[in-house]
Structure formats: structure tokens, C-alpha cells
């Protein structure tokens, strides 16, 4: 099983500032296997990331994902209010794990 | 646009097998891939598993044991069995389609809480 490693923990920043958000792997795998999700309190979570850097249907091109091999990156490169949530990395290789998730919160 | 729903019993006895179905309406279940995740209180997110609409599957290792989803073409819907629960099995457990070749989930159910306690 790949372990998915999320870092920060938690990350407090101001509106209109840039959040970098990483996600290590235990080993290598495809980049077309790794998304990104966003969860607000008592929501679901939303995709935000497929294939490491594709953005789903109506996700601002705020937030961008990089990456290959074992590290991986989620920028949200100008915060708004809304953007306050935790970030979940997902990877798909024989089996499926999510990260432990990034807490984003805005000052 | 689809639409997913989950509907099932909020409260199971440990030992008995929680049973969940997943209402899609605005598409057809028989065109993806459908999963289950759950998430329990105040945790990060677990992968159940997933099943293509012709019938193969594929589980979270630690869950296979205890794990059964399966489709039912003729009423759009999907279900979860998970049997001999516990109250580590206590979450919110959510229905998604999975986009194909890329194995991420990109249209969620709102979520339905399950509690397990005698």
C-alpha cells in the first residue's frame, strides 16, 4: 500500500497570500493517479485535482497541482475566505489511499 | 448533471452488517465507475472500494474481508455491505463515480451517518 504523507499539518495564511500544500508518497506511481480534494466542515469533499495538474469542471484557476515520481504540490496562489478547508491528496496504484489531509486556514 | 444519494439504517448493532444504498439519477449507472469512502468523526478520508457497472470490484485491502458492493443496473443504484462491524466502522460514508483512468472521484453523494452501538 502507498502511504500518502500531507504537509503542513495545518497551514494559517492571509487573504491573497499563496498556499503550498505537499503530498509525499512511499514509493513512485503514475501521475495520472493523483487528485487533489477540498472539504469544508459537514460538506463533502469536491474535486479540485485529477492527473496531478488537470483542474475539475468549475475550479478556479487559482488553484494549480504539479509534481511526479513520489512529491506532489497543490498551489492556491491568491487565498480567498472561501478557500478555508482541509486538502486531501488521493493516489491510485494496486489500491487507493488518501493523505491525512492539510488543514487551510485563513487569518 | 449526476446526482448521487445514500440511504440506509443511521444505527447497526456491533456484530450485524451494515447495509447502504446509493440512488443515481441523472445518468446512468451503467457507464463508470462507482465507489464508497467514509470518514469517521473528526478523521481524514478511507477508501471501501469500487465496482465497474459489469460487476468487478475492487476493495481496500484491511476492508476485503468484510466488504460486499455490488450494482443493481435495473434501479440505478449501488450498495455496501460491511459485515461484523464494530464502533471503529462508525462514520459518514459517501457513494462517488469515479472518473475512469484516472481513478478520482468526481461527483460525491452528500453523505450518510452511520453509528455503531448496541
Known amino acids: 500500500e502507498i502511504v500518502l504523507t500531507q504537509s503542513p499539518g495545518t497551514l494559517s495564511l492571509s487573504p491573497g497570500e499563496r498556499a503550498t500544500l505537499s503530498c509525499r508518497a512511499s514509493q513512485s506511481f503514475s501521475s495520472s493517479f493523483l487528485a487533489w480534494y477540498q472539504q469544508k466542515p459537514g460538506q463533502a469533499p469536491r474535486l479540485l485535482v485529477y492527473?496531478?495538474?488537470s483542474r475539475a469542471t468549475g475550479i478556479p484557476d487559482r488553484f494549480s497541482g504539479s509534481g511526479s515520481g513520489r512529491v506532489f504540490t497543490l498551489i492556491i496562489s491568491r487565498l480567498e475566505p472561501e478557500d478555508s478547508a482541509v486538502y486531501y491528496c488521493?493516489?491510485?496504484?494496486?489500491?487507493?489511499?488518501f493523505g491525512g489531509g492539510t488543514k487551510v486556514e485563513i487569518k | 448533471q449526476v446526482q448521487l444519494q445514500e440511504s440506509g439504517p443511521g444505527l447497526v448493532k456491533p456484530s450485524e452488517t451494515l447495509s447502504l444504498t446509493c440512488s443515481v439519477s441523472g445518468g446512468s449507472i451503467s457507464s463508470n465507475y462507482w465507489g464508497w469512502i467514509r470518514q469517521p468523526p473528526g478523521k481524514g478520508l478511507e477508501w471501501i472500494g469500487y465496482i465497474y457497472y459489469s460487476g468487478s470490484t475492487n476493495y481496500n485491502p484491511s476492508l476485503k474481508s468484510r466488504v460486499t458492493i455490488s450494482v443493481d443496473t435495473s434501479k440505478n443504484q449501488l450498495s455496501l455491505d460491511l459485515s461484523s462491524v464494530t464502533a471503529a466502522d462508525t462514520a459518514v460514508y459517501y457513494c462517488?463515480?469515479?472518473?475512469?483512468?484516472?481513478?478520482?472521484?468526481?461527483?460525491w453523494g452528500q453523505g450518510t451517518t452511520v453509528t455503531v452501538s448496541s
Open positions: 488521493q493516489q491510485y496504484g494496486r489500491s487507493l489511499t
Open positions: 492527473g496531478t495538474s
Open positions: 462517488a463515480s469515479v472518473m475512469p483512468g484516472f481513478y478520482a472521484m468526481d461527483v
